[in-house]
């Protein structure tokens, strides 16, 4: 059974940091291209960062330069370090491959910004 766990949320004010976690297990990690996903109470769900198999990363317009995408195959693990954060990341992150998700959705780990 493949499970996608998101976990390391939680309220910080604004320019702090927060490292986010996905624990992934059944299925070859290593050869899927993960991203993190967010979304806001009301609207979409948007790729925001996103790191090949071979670890190149991409990143949204909207995190570029204050989030960095990492991943750790042995671990099964993908990370999401977020500096600076701003109320606008204010959202519930989730963890899938891309581009197209290839998984059951988990339950996202809460990131609320506000002072």
């Known amino acids: 059974q493949v499970q996608l766990v998101e976990s390391g949320g939680g309220l910080v004010q604004p320019g702090g940091s927060l490292r986010l976690s996905c624990a992934a297990s059944?299925?070859?990690?290593?050869?899927?291209?993960m991203g993190w996903y967010r979304q806001a109470p009301g609207k979409q769900r948007d790729l925001i960062a996103r790191?090949?198999?071979?670890?190149?990363?991409n990143y949204a317009d909207s995190v570029k330069g204050r989030f960095t995408i990492s991943r750790d195959n042995a671990k099964n693990t993908v990370l999401l370090q977020m500096n600076s954060l701003k109320p606008e990341d204010t959202a519930v992150y989730y963890c899938n491959t891309y581009p197209l998700p290839s998984f059951t959705w988990g339950q996202g780990t809460q990131v609320t910004v506000s002072s």
């Open positions: 059944g299925f070859r990690f290593s050869i899927y291209p």
């Open positions: 790191i090949t198999s071979a670890g190149s990363t």
